[in-house]
């Protein structure tokens, strides 16, 4: 006997413009995450989020906010004081020492300004040194490729030392835009960059994340926020409000409302 036609089901809901379905597995889940530095007020509190593969988000919010602290605790270089993180489905708890790095080294990027670069590695041998340790070198032109389209272009035989903060940072976005991680966390990416170029780099994020790789970035830059798919509104260590595609306007007025102290 033939089976049954299944019921006609309604479209699933569409998050963002990427058309990530959120019945997908996510590959970023953070599940109650609190920081507590001792300082009297937590730096985290309660913080869950689900971010899917080929999903861009921007995390927005005052200075103080708990950007920064998330993004580490997210990444496993932080760990929180409550609460869990998942990659891919793997508790980052879960992992010590070599495991740990491991992990990170396959499924991470990073672009922070302080976690960076191996010092005694030229530029273009840090931006190279991912795809090496992966067992699949890629052509010196396609370094300078990447390190031009971040404004890094002939500096590729010079050691980190000699940049500046934002350069190095520049390098890390290299790194990634050039390793396609599936996961890449990125600290005010195009911060230090001129608008050309930032625009440039949100559009090399895009790109990311249009291939399936999953994109979590923290900006003040609420233009480029509305670049993201959607966008994470953080107060004082909690989630604030959450945008889908929002006007860089909605934006404004979701940060601005953050910003509002508690009487
Ligand atoms: N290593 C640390 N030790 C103590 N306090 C910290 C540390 N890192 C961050 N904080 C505090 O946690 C809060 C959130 O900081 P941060 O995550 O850097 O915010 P944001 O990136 O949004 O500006 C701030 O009050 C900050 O002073
Ligand atoms: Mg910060």
Redesign the pocket.
């Known amino acids: 006997m033939p089976a049954e036609p299944p019921p006609s089901t309604p479209a699933p809901l569409v998050a963002g413009r990427t058309g990530v379905r959120p019945e997908e597995e996510p590959t970023v889940v953070a599940v109650d995450l609190g920081k507590d530095?001792g300082?009297g007020?937590p730096?985290l509190a309660g913080v869950s989020l689900a971010v899917a593969a080929g999903e861009f988000v921007a995390v927005v919010?005052p200075?103080?906010?708990?950007?920064?602290?998330?993004l580490y605790c997210l990444s496993g270089l932080e760990v929180p004081t409550t609460g869990r993180v998942l990659i891919a489905g793997t508790d980052l708890a879960s992992l010590r020492g070599t495991r740990a790095a491991r992990f990170r080294r396959e499924h991470i990027g990073f672009v922070f300004q302080s976690y960076n670069l191996l010092p005694a590695l030229s530029v273009r041998e840090n931006v190279g040194l991912p795809a090496r340790l992966a067992g699949h070198p890629v052509p010196r032109s396609a370094v300078d490729d990447a390190l031009e389209l971040v404004g890094l272009a002939g500096l590729g035989g010079a050691s980190p030392s000699t940049l500046s903060g934002g350069q190095q940072q520049r390098v890390a976005i290299a790194r990634v835009l050039l390793a396609e991680p599936p996961v890449v966390f990125a600290d005010e990416p195009t911060g230090a960059l001129d608008a050309v170029s930032g625009d440039r780099v949100l559009a090399e994020l895009r790109t990311l994340a249009g291939r399936g790789r999953t994109v979590v970035m923290?900006t003040h830059d609420l233009e480029a926020a509305t670049r993201a798919d959607r966008v994470l509104v953080?107060r004082d260590?909690a989630l604030h409000a959450e945008l889908v595609a929002p006007t860089a306007q909605a934006v404004f007025d979701a940060v601005a409302a953050a910003a509002v102290t508690r009487a």
């Open positions: 530095f300082t007020r730096a919010g200075s103080g906010s708990g950007k920064s602290t998330l923290v953080l260590g």
